[in-house]
């Protein structure tokens, strides 16, 4: 089982990119699909949640109505729209996957089992 993340790149301040995180070893509909991101110096952070079968869509605060989080269960792939993108927004975009977290658990990245190995994103100004 293995999630691999890709997509991540420089941008501009103001631009946006895709995040990609293909699994593999076993089908991911009913698993909730997370991503963090951890900028240097800081700890990692919530970012967004799908739930089992994209039943619901979990946000963090910092980057509601400028994300969005989606997954294609056919491709047993999950994806990060990243729109309007901040300084601020630099930092290693991790996925997650874990079949057992309820909604109120999602934004702890320790309840997690599965991790792919994470994608550079830079914004420059």
């Known amino acids: 089982v293995q999630l691999q993340a890709s997509g991540g790149g420089l941008v501009q301040a103001g631009g946006s990119l895709r995040l990609s995180c293909a699994a593999s070893?076993?089908?991911?509909?009913?698993?909730?699909m997370g991503w963090f991101r951890q900028a240097p110096g800081k700890e990692r952070e919530f970012v967004a949640a799908?739930?089992?079968?994209?039943?619901?869509?979990i946000y963090a605060d910092s980057v509601k109505g400028r994300f969005v989080i989606s997954r294609d269960n056919a491709k047993n792939t999950v994806y990060l729209q990243m729109n309007s993108l901040k300084l601020e927004d630099t930092a290693v975009y991790y996925c997650?996957?874990?079949?057992?977290?309820?909604?109120?658990?999602?934004?702890?990245?320790?309840?997690?089992?599965?991790w792919g190995q994470g994608t550079l994103v830079t914004v420059s100004s």
């Open positions: 070893g076993r089908t991911f509909r009913n698993a909730v």
């Open positions: 799908s739930m089992r079968n994209a039943a619901n869509t």
């Open positions: 997650a996957a874990d079949f057992n977290l309820i909604q109120s658990s999602v934004r702890t990245s320790r309840m997690y089992k599965l």
